[in-house]
């Protein structure tokens, strides 16, 4: 059948099974959005920053594993979507974003609304098209989606021009997609999970440290089978979290900068590290020179440029996690006597972590006086449901949350890591939201970051969102005046974020409840109430304001150089 | 260390700019780059003089095959290929120096390719170390223009790049 290019995108979006986008109408995608009236398979939401559009797009992305699908007009509306997208390519968060472009002819003429998106977002995108015939529009999102979610994945941007989305074409949609320049190794080579299982059986300090690609590549159970056959402590990432339960004994939490006294002592005493879709980051390696000095490193992953990019590795396995950990339990199910001698030789190992675990746990000091803002996240972990969606900004909140609520469940933490983009949590919680909407979802903030996209508040009361925005109040920049405090010599500049704000007033502005909480004793009030309410809530809680994120490794030093009481 | 990498891409919108930006946004050198058209439809053959250790040869040689365009890349590094290159030189030649330039020219069996009374222009084509070498003894003559295609390279042997 014929149909404008405007319409063949969004039947195209239907093949893919698309049934949420987040976007923006403009100009250059009015065309669109006439179409769209007679689309009833898709939900728009029309949120209230193209920023915000694309940072939801991504919160839906991570919470169901599906590729998250935003729009926006050309100039200002594509250029607002640049944070969103860096922040979706920089945790390899499968997206496609299709932004409008000023008619092919007036390309390069400075148009109105003109900007050279494709440019401005090469290197932060997995990949790229501009349509100029209305021809291939339907091949160009087949592969599109394609890139977006196979291999490592990542956002995928096509340029739309005006008048390619009213030209007439016949809309086939292809049923496959080959690329020949594009062809993501998936099955981990045999060998050398052979050779990994066997130097795993060798070690006797093994640690399992995991990464954000166990989540992206649905491979938990794998992993969680993997170490508990094994008993290999476990230590993830930030992006890792929920891929392996903490609650599990061999859980040694979060690693890192702000991560555990027994994660970071266990990687820089371990003969063996496995790294499961994880990429050795400079928040997570310390000093690279230093850095698990006797351990002989196993990574996996699915992209080989990852591999050996910041440390040496004496075994590398290039694959799709799932993949390569399936296979890797097999060659474990086949030695049981060998596997059997390994367990009990691990003996001394597990001392040596629980040792740890139980020298510096993760923990704070209590007050009778004064909201302790790792003691609020507790009360949230101990009131929310069990499948709650927690997304963050980032910050000390974020890191409090990562040391204290407990992630037990993959695609349970929606948090900005690589990046590290403030005002994240609010629009991401929203697309979770719009996802699941009968569970519950909390956006954890700060009072700096919440207010980078507070005007989503609007968004959450229109669509009926109920998402629980919980903010941590400081009235500071918290986590850069903790760096000012500890090596600035507590020169707080441009950090003290001086006008107070009424949070509950704004709730009230918006149409959605607010409710404050100023002393311990309303702490767990206040979350009742916000959780009780069936729209979106706000949950201010003032918090001691010079709390500071520990333990911590300084910038530049060894992982175990950490700074447990400062 | 000196590399010289030969990467097939497909012929696409904004191809040069993303190889390109890929060497200037992680840091790597370009020594030189030529590209053009090859024998298959849509594919394009990009030459690149780069320079590094092995582990950012590594790195170089990952990150050029993770762009989606990028069909194939070959190092040519071990001495499996065979380098050419083409600089167009504008030379003075007055006097004396007229008989020299001519003398170097038939040495490196390069060509005159324009004559003035007061210059030769050369076309010289070899292993980027042979143009080198001629410029060394040109220069002292007095060097007016230079131009440099940057080398090319192809492997060695019966086999073409399919194998």
Redesign the interface.
Known sequence: MKMNGARIMLECLKQEGVDTVFGYPGGTVINIYDELFNVKEIRHILPRHEQAGTHAADGYARATGKVGVAIATSGPGATNTVTGIATAYMDSIPMVIVTGQVPTALIGNDAFQEVDI??IT??CT??SF?V?DVKDVATIMKKAFY?ARTGRPGPVLVDLPKDVQIAQAEFVYPETVE????KPNLEGHPRQVEKAVAMLLESRRPVLYVGGGVVLGNASDELTSLARKLTIPVTTTLMGLGSFPESDVHSLGMLGMHGSYCANMAMTHSDLIVAVGARFDDRVTGKIATFAPHAKIIHIDV???SI??NVRVDLPIVGDVKDVLSKMIKQVDKQKEKVAGFVAALGPWHEDVAGWKIKHPIGYKQSTTIIKPQFVIQKLRELSDDDAIIATDVGQHQMWTAQFFQFNKPRTLLSSGGLGTMGYGLPAAMGAQAAFPDRQVIAICGDGGVQMNIQEMATLVQNRLPVKIVILNNNFLGMVRQWQELFFDKRYSQTCMELPIDYIKLADAYGAKGFLASKPDDVEKVIKQGFAEKGPVIMEFKIAREEKVLPMVPAGASLNEMVLNA | MQHTISVL??NE??VL??VA?LFS?RGFNIDSLSVAPTNEEGMSRMTIVTRGDD?IL??IT??L??L????KVIDFTDGSGIEREMALVKVTAEDESRAEVLRIVDIFRAKIIDVTPKSYTIEATGNPLKIDAILDLLRPLGLKELVRTGAVSIGRGAKGWKG
């Open positions: 494709i440019g090469r290197s997995k990949h501009l100029r890139i690329i020949r320049s594009y992209d080989p440029t050996k990019k | 891409v497909e919108f904004g700019t993303r930006s946004g582990n590594e790195q990952k990150q095959n993770k989606i365009d990028v069909i």
